[in-house]
């Protein structure tokens, strides 16, 4: 019956008004044109101003105006853009909000404004569309939204408000006469925040109006210090991996310092026999030759037919062949070469290990072969364990996956190193990969003295360590939990006294995908 009556009076050019006070009575009021009189919408702002009860605002109330008229000019921001939290706190919850009122008549418009328009800057649009398209361009804190309109209804704005989440709509308010539970339980279910049914009382307005705002720019406000809060966490993040990395490499220069002697030693032994072939290959030259020599000068002789030259030349030879014993030097030269060739590799081997060892982390990821890096290790931490152990390795087959191989051979190093110190006088170290699903499995295991059951909680804290004063930074087992950890995995130890240490690694298997 409402919206018959209100149509009518539409036909008519006229406005229909309405006062209402709880518990003491409604008052309609017809507004209709007669020739020479003033407008209609004139004639409806001067009873608003003349009709001040507790249900309409205090405040005197004006002529609609225009979204052009009322609105800020229109910024290139998207809606987005608008109500994400920027590098500046939100605005306070004292601040003037701005309301856009979304209603295809005029009056209701009205209404509205002049409630509200004392705290709050109001924006009108009068369809949906138009709504949407405000939305779009003007800084909204709040949406008071009829469902009945023409073109584009109120449930409609909603429902693309609901699709489009990214946008970051602002909340929305349903003013309706229609006020059945289906249509309220509909806007709610859609995304609306609350649901006012016409015609609403200024205080009731007031007080849901003041609530979303409120919690509306609590929210956004929320919202900026929790993105103040991440980029803190990011930045603290960043100061503690640099820290790391720090650590890392000192621990990688602390190890190098520890395994100097024996890499040098390493070294040394290869060098050693280079040296010594390189002197009897140079031995073997000078004989090779003086004996050249001879036959070429037998050449020439036979060439002359010198006889009596030739003769000479062959004996001088005869003698150098057997006093030199030549054909033992070309048995022997093969060998001599290849001796030298193999030492010089083993050298390459070892200085390239160091290098890469001592090398910088870059942090980068890259697919490689678990296998080949424990080859590696060994290779550089071979001096520490050669004397007083047997390695054992039972290195099964492995998929390559993506980690830091530069790390892991970190982790590596700091087991095995800890493996021949924990051997007093002679004992094993056990290595063994496997694959169990998607996992790679690495056991490093030693038959040294073992670790007390007081210490294993401790022992992969920073700083800890049971060697004397001056013998360990305590941070090598740290580091390779730290490691293992970055690659998201895991590191296990038993431990018996007097019996020896299992470290066991689990790594998942990742691909370069």
């Known amino acids: 019956m ?3 009556v209100k149509q009518r009076i539409k ?15 409604s008052r309609f009021t017809l507004i209709l044109p007669q020739t020479g009189a003033a407008s209609v919408d004139d004639l409806a702002a001067e009873w608003l101003a003349n009709h001040q009860e507790s249900s309409w605002p205090s405040q005197q109330p004006t002529a609609e105006k225009t979204t052009r008229e009322t609105a800020p000019p229109p910024v290139n921001k998207t809606a987005e853009q608008i109500r994400t939290p920027t590098e500046k706190p939100p605005q306070q919850e004292d601040s003037r909000a701005t309301i856009l009122v979304v209603d295809d008549d005029r009056a209701n418009r009205m209404v509205a404004n002049a409630s509200l328009r004392k705290q709050y800057t109001i924006l009108e649009a009068e369809s949906g569309m138009q709504c949407l398209n405000q939305l779009e361009t003007e800084p909204v804190d ?4 009829d469902l009945m309109m023409p073109d584009m209804s109120g449930f409609e704005v909603l429902e693309e408000m609901k699709a489009h989440p990214e946008r970051r709509y602002p909340p929305v308010i349903v003013l309706s006469a229609l006020m059945d539970s289906k249509t309220i339980s509909h806007t709610l279910q859609l995304g609306a925040v609350d649901y006012l049914t016409k015609p609403f009382n200024r205080e009731e307005i007031l007080a849901r109006v003041h609530s979303q705002i409120i919690l509306a720019q609590r929210e956004l406000h929320l919202e900026y210090k929790v993105q103040q809060r991440t980029k803190q966490l990011q930045e603290s993040n960043q100061r503690l991996e640099e820290t790391f990395q ?7 220069m602390a190890s190098i310092g520890q395994l100097a002697a024996g890499v040098a030693h390493e070294i040394n032994n290869p060098v050693g026999f280079i040296h010594s072939n390189l002197s ?5 030259l000078d004989a090779i030759g003086t004996l050249l020599g001879n036959y070429k000068d037998l050449g020439q002789a036979v060439s002359e037919t010198d006889t009596q030259k030739v003769q000479l030349l062959l004996e001088q030879i005869n003698a150098l062949r057997a006093e030199e014993d030549i054909d033992f030097i070309l048995e022997d030269i093969p060998g001599l070469v290849a001796d030298t060739r193999e030492g010089t590799e083993r050298v390459k081997s070892i200085v390239q290990g160091m290098k890469a060892f001592s090398r910088a982390d870059d942090g980068e990821m890259a697919e490689a072969d678990i296998n080949a890096g424990i080859e590696a290790t060994l290779k550089v931490v071979w001096n520490e364990l050669k004397y007083k152990t047997e390695v054992h390795k039972s290195l099964g087959a492995l998929p390559k996956t993506f980690c830091n191989l530069n790390q892991l051979n970190q982790a590596f190093t700091n087991l095995l190193v800890n493996a021949a110190h924990a051997i007093e006088e002679h004992g094993d170290i056990d290595i063994r990969t496997q694959q ?15 670790i007390e059951s007081k210490h294993l909680q401790s022992l ?14 305590g941070l090598g087992l740290y580091l390779s939990y730290e490691i293992i950890q970055k690659h998201r995995g895991s590191i296990d ?9 299992r470290f066991t690694i689990r790594l998942p298997i990742v691909s370069a995908n």
């Open 2 to 4: 409402a919206l018959t």
């Open 11 to 25: 036909q008519l050019n006229g406005r229909i008004l309405l006062n209402s006070i709880p518990g003491t009575g």
């Open 142 to 145: 709040l949406v008071l939204l």
């Open 246 to 252: 720090q650590l890392l490499q000192s621990e990688k």
């Open 280 to 284: 009897t290959l140079s031995e073997y």
């Open 436 to 450: 169990v699903g998607d996992e790679i499995i690495i056991e490093i295991a030693d038959t040294g003295s073992g």
């Open 460 to 473: 992969f804290d920073p700083f800890f360590t049971t060697k004397p004063v001056g013998q360990g930074t």
């Open 493 to 501: 130890v038993q431990s018996e006294v007097g019996k020896g240490t």
